[in-house]
């Protein structure tokens, strides 16, 4: 009976969660230069997009965003940025926000081996790669992790923690 009462709650949650979304007034179905990384080859700009989301569900204690390649010939994608603990309240993070340090939101480490958002870089003549930006909302209010966590811990950490996600996927080739 726990059991079956626990499922009806986890789908409930998410139900009700129908309504929590994720905008950009900078991303649309291509990047730009603005989002392409500096460096591996790559000349852009490297600046994090403006993101905002609404309808968080009930319950909600904190939010991440990711943003992730499913794309790079790595076997296992890509991570660009990482960036957690964002408090309940706070529903927008502006332009170039993945450029700088803040005291109140974690951003950890990047497959780039760095911290903050690193640009869309695919390999010359791939396929366009398909670029997910993410917002979690999470269940706990810290996922207790810093900055030097490796992409797939904090992707560990959000994934148990989700209560609904909310994504954007822009496209990039070059």
Not at 7 to 31: I, K, P, V, Y
Request: aromatic share 12%; hydrophobic share 40%.
């Amino acid at each position: 009976m726990k059991k079956i009462l626990l499922s009806l709650s986890l789908c409930a949650t998410f139900l009700l969660a129908d309504n929590f979304t994720l905008s950009s007034t900078d991303l649309e179905g291509q990047l730009t230069n603005k989002q392409v990384f500096s460096g591996f080859g790559c000349s852009g700009e490297n600046i994090s997009p403006e993101l905002s989301w609404k309808d968080a569900p009930n319950g909600t204690k904190s939010f991440a965003i990711t943003v992730y390649d499913p794309d790079a010939p790595t076997g296992s994608g890509w991570w660009h940025w990482l960036a957690f603990d964002i408090s309940k309240d706070k529903f927008t993070l502006p332009s170039g926000f993945g450029n700088i340090e803040s005291k109140d939101i974690i951003q950890s480490m990047t497959d780039f081996g760095k911290t903050g958002f690193g640009g869309a870089c695919p390999p010359k003549g791939d396929n366009a790669h398909r670029y997910i930006f993410t917002v979690h909302a999470l269940d706990v209010e810290t996922l207790a992790l810093n900055k030097n966590a490796n992409p797939a811990l904090v992707g560990y950490y959000i994934n148990i923690h989700s209560l609904a996600k909310a994504s954007i996927i822009s496209y990039y080739a070059r």
